[in-house]
Each structure stands twice: as structure tokens, then as C-alpha cells.
């Protein structure tokens, strides 16, 4: 492949590759996102090729495996285009009628298509899947489109036509203008106003003219995967908004820093940035227009604290991932003492969207304060998990009940947790709220980088608050006080609390604690640790009471706090539990009721697991409630 | 476990021996040994230029790298929060009770490494739990047993 040297040999590419595959060709997407991967949607693709080899279909259909579809629940996924039927669960048994009658005769193969549980109704494509049918699939749309590993798949999608335009038709100026325009605000937690930050930096004074971009994919929240599919499944649409920023603050070197977790991401992000090279679209004097810009990838450790901006540049450099204090913002002094501009992985992709479809068309996207869509990762106790992109401002209702289809095993709608480790859980009676930066933020959580966790009834809300604060206790790095020994303190009072040793007065001890470690820390991770606590204490007080006086988990989640029973009616006398019980606890004899010893339970939960006709009852103490 | 000096200059070599590497090379490293070896670390140090303590330092502060040897297999449990209220802790406890060792600890036979995760980008499928690269969705304690027999009879690796 020669270079481009221009925008016209660009197009010239563009219409060669889009002349070439615009035959009657069909084509099969596989989903070859983590979470299909899981599924071993690779047994599947393998199979469906062998099949297209053995039926002779080469020549009139083209096998793809792409990046993540965002319907994890149902993986694996197949769709075949143009008629986009969308099959789901598809084991690779299935590859020879799909390669026969789908893609050979056009029939559709009924026992794979999704069947709305709701409405009993069956979806012949992607746009019929309730799913689907809310979401506004702006940014993350052409990940089940593209094979990330093939540039030539993002060019006849449209890709790279926004760095053409900001390299030749707007000055750094206008991009920046652009930008502010458009209103978009940073994806990766704070909600910064994206263009601010690269007008500081553009501006800032650097001892040698040098500054850098950064795109932050170290994707600490646990329960959020987000940016991980962009970069496996459409690494260049990051490249194309981080090459667009490049140029509008005046940077020539990026890199990318992305968790060692991820190992398809690097590989991805590697061959795209190699392929990007070779197209003369990254390097020196892209598409001919005299920029130079580069990028390289920084693989982290995966830590939590990495992904904070000042810990992140301490990481790139070779030090350890500990922040420092912000007086000076790294846009103005960052990565080796340079102006620095960081952003978030969906952040950037979204650049080039709004360069090509302009500002004024994604600003009608969105609220008033927050503009555009957001990726969630829709996960925890409803029915459709997986990964949603939606308008801004869609209420918390539609997230659960549209899109996610309604709660499992038909138990109710405690909360929803978004934010991350940072965030806070939100009650089922502010279910109507809009989600977005501003109304998320006042109802006490945030945010963040887009996990949502949907909670029913049998999550306990104590649990969750010792279960955050003991993720940051370990992430915290421990260089200030206030977040090393007051994170350690609470998650000492909130195990206390969780194995009935809570004592009066602790909740407002947390509460003054959680203040303290707020207003102290030298960093956001002690800044928004204390707010699990502090929005399940705001929300959930009776059950935080339940556990320090009643000594009570109303969840029956708390192991302190519950026995376990065998229901006597339920109970065949099997001997499953009995023989399996780690710790001998079950006696009883064939065929009759068995009895478990609580002196010697471990409350570990396998007999209930394994018990087959649910006889096993788990209750607490009852207290005498005065 | 001696380590060959030119393996590691290789490692270094590859990312043009420059400090803002230093984790890929780690990982590398890694990679190659199963565990980052004192005289490894020495070497990369040497060769970037920097302090060992500076070196050591990272090599410690992150969780994924290990300065011990490791088991023949990796168990690692998924404690993401989405895989947390579907309750991955009585599967890690399950699966602790199995290898009788905890998180960070390798079975004295060597066979197992236990780790714990946060969030494998599958929490669609959760509680998680995967052994060297096998995904086993939604585990419960009670096919914990099962899912461990596999690798537990199986003379060497896979
Ligand atoms: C403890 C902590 C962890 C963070 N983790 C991430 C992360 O994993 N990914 C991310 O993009 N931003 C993370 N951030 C936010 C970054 O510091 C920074 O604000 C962001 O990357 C800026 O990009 P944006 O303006 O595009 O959002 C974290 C912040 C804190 C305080
Ligand atoms: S929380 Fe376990 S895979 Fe995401």
C-alpha cells in the first residue's frame, strides 16, 4: 500500500474499495466481542467458514468477525447483511443451515431469532430487538459493521472523513470551536468540558513547543467495559478523534494508555496504528498537509488509581501510579512537564462524529447540560445485560425496563448503582430520573465512566457500600492520609456493621468520616470514595438501622446475620446437600427431613445452590422489634 | 529460576529502551518467565537506566505482576461488582475451600495460582470465573468442583 499524499487519493481509495465490494455480496458477522468470546463465538466463525468453503459460497458471501454487538446476554451473535437478520444463541451445529438456507436462499432460520419474552414477539433484525430500539448508536454503531483489524472495513464505512476536513478545511481554531459548539463534556467520570481543556492546552506555554495527547483506556470501574469494546472492535475511530486533537492543540506525539488486561485491545490498537502508518495517516505529514503526529501505546498495570490524570502521566513515565496535587493542571504542566491533554476513549471517538456530522446536528442530541449519547454497560439482575448506547437524558425507567427488559426471576427493583467505585446507588423511587451529568450528580452519585448495576430486592445495600470501600481501600495508593487511614477505618466500622457488631452512633460517625475523606484527599479517588457510603446511608437508612440495631440483614446477604434451615416441606431427604456440606453440617437420613447444625454451618451457600427442589431457607435471627 | 540476560535485552530492545515502556517490558518479561525473576528486574533496570527501586517499585505497586513463581494454571474469580450481586463471593470462597489457598497463593503442589479480578468485560455472563484462558460463566459454588476437575487430573497443562 502506498501512502495517501492527499485528500483526493483518499476518496480515490474510498470508491476503489467501495466499487469493489458493492456487489450482491452478502456478508455474516460474527459478534467477536469478550464477552461472545466467552461463548466461544470463535467455534462458532470457524464453523461457518468451513461451511462456506464446503457449500462453495466464497464467492457470494464474506465472513466477518467484529467487535462487540453489545447484546452480550445472548451471545453468541450473528447477523447477516443487507438483510441484517439478527440470530442469536447460535452454536456451530447451526453453521450449515445458516451458510444453506440464510445466506444461500434468503430464509430465515426461525428457532434463531430472539423472541421478546415480554410480548412474546419474534425479531427478524437487530431494529426489531427491544434492545436495540431505544438506543442511538452513534459511536459504538459500526462495531458489529467493521473487522477492527482491517482499515480498508472503517474507510467504506465513512471513516476518515472528519481528519481530512480538520486538516484541510478548519484551522485549529475552528476545531476547537467545533468542539465547543457540539457541547460534548468528557466520558471518562468528571463531565470536563472537552473543548476547555484542549483550548488550555493549546495554549499553555511549553519550554520546547512540545505537547502531547493521551487517551485514557485504563477503564478502572469494575463492572464497566466500555471502552474496552471500542478499542477492540473500532480502534480507528479513536485514532481518527485523537489525530483531530492532535492537530487542534498542536501536539505531535499521543500515546495510548491502556490496561494490561486487555490484551485484544493492544492487539487491535496495534494493528490499527500500524495500518493507519502504512496508509500515511499517521506519521509525518499526514495525508500530505505537512502535520506530524504519532501515537504508541502505554500498556498500565491496571490499576485504579492509574487512571486519574496526574497518577496516569506518573505511570507513562516509568514511576509509580501515585497522583499528585492538582494546583497546576496537567494540561498545563503533564506528561514530562509538558501541556498534556487527556482524554477518555469514548471521548475521543466521539470527535470525529462531530467533525464529520457537525456540531449543530449532534447538539440537538441530548439535555440542555449534557450533550450527545453515552455507552452504559447495562449489567447486574436485569434480563438483557450488555452494552447500551443512548441519548443523554433517557430516563433510569427506560434503561431498566426497555432496554434491559424488566428484572430477573421476577424479584423487584431495589436500586441502580452507576459511577463506579466513585459513583453512588440510586433508589427505585427516583426511577424516572434523566440520566445525565448534572441530574446524576444531585441525586448523590455520578456518572463516571458508565457501569450501571441494576440491584432487586436480594442485594444487600450495606454489603455494596463495604463491597466499594474495600475495592478503594486496596486501590488507594496510600500516599495521603485522609484516604489511606480513613478508608481503612470505614471499611473497618461498615464489617463491624455487616457482622453485627455495629453499635449505635456508627452511622454518624461514617457520615463525618465519609466528609473528612471528601474534603482531605489529595486525589478524585479519596474526593468520591466516601460517596457509596454516603448515597446508600442517604437512601437507605432503615436497612443500615436494621443491621446495627436489629442485628438484621433484610437482604439475607450478610453471613453474620442469617442461619440456614431446611423447609420441611420441601425436603425429599436426598442426601445431595448432605454429602456435599463442607463441613459435615447436614445430617438426615435417605428419604427423611434433614436438619443443619448452625454451630457448625459456614452459611457457604452450596446446599442451597445444589438443592434441586429449593428446600434450603436462609432467615435471620428474629428480633423482637419494640 | 535463572533467566537468560538476552531474552530480557530482547524484551527491552523491542521497545526501543525507553522508559515509558517500562510496564510493557514487565509484562513481558512476565509473559515469558510466568513471574518477573530479581535478576530480570535487575537487567531492566540496568538497561532503562533507572534505579532498581524504582523498578521494583512498579513492579510491586500493580497486582498483576507477580515476583513469585506461579502455578500451572490460573484461577482467576471475577469480583466486579456486576458479578459481586450475583454473587461472586460464595463462589471465591468455594473455590478457596477447593485449593485450600488464598487470593495471590499458589497450591503447594504448584498446579493452581488463585487471583482475584476486578471486571473481565463479561459481566454479562457473570459470576465469572477463568482458568488460564477458558471462560466459565455463570458459575455458582455448587459447579465450582466441576469446573475445577477438569484441570485437575489432566497430567499437564491443557
Ligand atoms: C481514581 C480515578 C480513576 C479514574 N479512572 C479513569 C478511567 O479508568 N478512565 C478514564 O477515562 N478516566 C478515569 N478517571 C478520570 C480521569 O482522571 C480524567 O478526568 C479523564 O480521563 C479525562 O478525560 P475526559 O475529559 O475525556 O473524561 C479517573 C479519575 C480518578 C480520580
Ligand atoms: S464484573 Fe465480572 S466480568 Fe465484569
Redesign the interface.
Known amino acids: 500500500m502506498q501512502k495517501l499524499r492527499s485528500i483526493a487519493e483518499l476518496e480515490r481509495l474510498r470508491s476503489r474499495i467501495l466499487r469493489r465490494r458493492n456487489g450482491t455480496k452478502k456478508y455474516v458477522s460474527v459478534c467477536g466481542g469478550?464477552?461472545c468470546?466467552?461463548?466461544k463465538c470463535q467455534d462458532v466463525a470457524s464453523a461457518l467458514e468451513g461451511e462456506i468453503r464446503r457449500q462453495d459460497m466464497g464467492s457470494r458471501v464474506e465472513l466477518k468477525v467484529t467487535g462487540c454487538h453489545g447484546f452480550?446476554?445472548r451471545?453468541p451473535l450473528v447477523v447477516i447483511y443487507p438483510e441484517e437478520t439478527f440470530y442469536q444463541r447460535v452454536s456451530p451445529a447451526d453453521a450449515v443451515e445458516i451458510v444453506s438456507r440464510t445466506v444461500g436462499k434468503g430464509e430465515v432460520i426461525e428457532r434463531l431469532l430472539y423472541v421478546d419474552p415480554q410480548k412474546n414477539r419474534v425479531a427478524r433484525s437487530e431494529a426489531e430487538v427491544p434492545f436495540y430500539r431505544k438506543q442511538q448508536r452513534i459511536v459504538f454503531g459500526k462495531n458489529g459493521l467493521i473487522d477492527p483489524t482491517n482499515i480498508e472495513d472503517y474507510i467504506a464505512m465513512g471513516g476518515y472523513t472528519a481528519l481530512p476536513k480538520a486538516l484541510f478545511e478548519m484551522d485549529p481554531e475552528g476545531i476547537i470551536e467545533e468542539i465547543k459548539e457540539s457541547g460534548l463534556r468528557g466520558r471518562g467520570g468528571a463531565g470536563f468540558p472537552t473543548y476547555q481543556k484542549w483550548q488550555t492546552c493549546r495554549s499553555a506555554p511549553s519550554r520546547d513547543g512540545v505537547r502531547y495527547v493521551i487517551c485514557n483506556a485504563d477503564e478502572?470501574?469494575?463492572?464497566?467495559?466500555m471502552d474496552?469494546?471500542l478499542l477492540e472492535g473500532n480502534p480507528h475511530a479513536i485514532l481518527e478523534g485523537m489525530i483531530i486533537g492532535a492537530r487542534a492543540i498542536d501536539a505531535h506525539d499521543g500515546?495510548v494508555y491502556v490496561r494490561?488486561?486487555?490484551p485484544l485491545a493492544v492487539k487491535n490498537l496495534g494493528v490499527a496504528l500500524d495500518q493507519a502508518r502504512q496508509y500515511g495517516l499517521l506519521g509525518q505529514n499526514i495525508l500530505g498537509s505537512g502535520f506530524d503526529f504519532d501515537i504508541?501505546?502505554?500498556?498500565?498495570?491496571?490499576?485504579?488509581i492509574c487512571g486519574e490524570s496526574t497518577a496516569l502521566m506518573a505511570?507513562?513515565?516509568?514511576?509509580?501510579?501515585e497522583p499528585r496535587q492538582k494546583h497546576i493542571h496537567t494540561a498545563l504542566k503533564g506528561l514530562y512537564g509538558r501541556p498534556t491533554n487527556l482524554n477518555n476513549v469514548e471521548t475521543w471517538a466521539n470527535v470525529p462524529v462531530i467533525i464529520s456530522r457537525g456540531a449543530k446536528w449532534y447538539s440537538k442530541i441530548g439535555t440542555e447540560g449534557s450533550k450527545g449519547t453515552k455507552i452504559f454497560?447495562l449489567?447486574?439482575?436485569v434480563h438483557n445485560?450488555?452494552l447500551v448506547e443512548v441519548p443523554m437524558g433517557i430516563t433510569l425507567r427506560e434503561m431498566v425496563y426497555d432496554i434491559g427488559g424488566g428484572m430477573r426471576n421476577g424479584k423487584k427493583l431495589k436500586a441502580i448503582?452507576t459511577g463506579?467505585p466513585s459513583g453512588g446507588c440510586i433508589p427505585e423511587s427516583l426511577i424516572d430520573l434523566p440520566v445525565d451529568f448534572d441530574e446524576l450528580t444531585k441525586a448523590g452519585s455520578m456518572m463516571g465512566s458508565g457501569?450501571m448495576?441494576v440491584?432487586d430486592e436480594g442485594?444487600c445495600m450495606v454489603d455494596?457500600a463495604r463491597?466499594?470501600t474495600k475495592?478503594l481501600t486496596e486501590e488507594s495508593?496510600g500516599k495521603c492520609v485522609p484516604c489511606r487511614e480513613g478508608l481503612d477505618r470505614m471499611l473497618d466500622m461498615l464489617t463491624d456493621i455487616t457482622e453485627g457488631r455495629g453499635s449505635e452512633g456508627d452511622l454518624d460517625l461514617l457520615e463525618e468520616l465519609g466528609g473528612v475523606i471528601k474534603e482531605a484527599s489529595l486525589c478524585g479517588l479519596g474526593g468520591t470514595a466516601p460517596n457509596p457510603l454516603l448515597s446508600t446511608i442517604r437512601y437507605f437508612r432503615d436497612e443500615y438501622e436494621a443491621h446495627v440495631v436489629h442485628k438484621h440483614c433484610p437482604a439475607g446477604v450478610c453471613k453474620a446475620l442469617i442461619t440456614y434451615s431446611v423447609d420441611e416441606a420441601k425436603c425429599t431427604g436426598c442426601r445431595v446437600c448432605a454429602r456435599?456440606c463442607?463441613e459435615g453440617a447436614i445430617s438426615g437420613e435417605k428419604k427423611k427431613l434433614h436438619v443443619i447444625d448452625p454451630a457448625k454451618c459456614i452459611k457457604?451457600?452450596?446446599c442451597r445452590?445444589?438443592c434441586k427442589f429449593d428446600a434450603i431457607l436462609v432467615s435471620w435471627e428474629r428480633w423482637e422489634y419494640d | 529460576m535463572r533467566i537468560d540476560a538476552s531474552k530480557v535485552d530482547r524484551i527491552v530492545d523491542a521497545y526501543g529502551c525507553h522508559r515509558d515502556s517500562l510496564i510493557s517490558i514487565l509484562q513481558d518479561v512476565q509473559a515469558e518467565c510466568s513471574y518477573l525473576p530479581e535478576d530480570a528486574l535487575k537487567r531492566v533496570a540496568k538497561r532503562l537506566k533507572l534505579p532498581l527501586i524504582q523498578v521494583y517499585g512498579v513492579a510491586t505497586f500493580f497486582k498483576a505482576f507477580s515476583l513469585q513463581p506461579r502455578g500451572e494454571h490460573m484461577v482467576r474469580v471475577c469480583l466486579g461488582t456486576a458479578c459481586h450481586v450475583r454473587g461472586a463471593p460464595a463462589v471465591l470462597d468455594e473455590v478457596r475451600r477447593q485449593l485450600d489457598v488464598e487470593p495471590g497463593e499458589t497450591t503447594e503442589d504448584s498446579r493452581f495460582t488463585l487471583e482475584t479480578v476486578n471486571c473481565l468485560g463479561a459481566c454479562a455472563l457473570g459470576p465469572l470465573v477463568v482458568v488460564d484462558s477458558e471462560y466459565q460463566g455463570q458459575i455458582t459454588p455448587g459447579k465450582v468442583k466441576r469446573v475445577l476437575k477438569q484441570y485437575m487430573n489432566d497430567g499437564r497443562g491443557k
Open positions: 469478550t464477552g468470546h466467552a461463548y452480550c446476554e451471545g478502572g470501574d469494575p463492572g464497566a467495559y474496552r469494546s500515546y494490561m488486561e486487555y504508541k501505546i502505554s500498556r498500565g498495570g491496571g490499576a485504579f505511570s507513562l513515565e516509568g514511576h509509580i501510579g454497560s449489567v447486574g439482575k445485560t450488555g448503582q463506579g457501569g448495576i440491584m442485594t455494596m463491597y466499594f475495592f495508593c456435599e463442607p457457604c451457600g452450596l445452590d445444589l
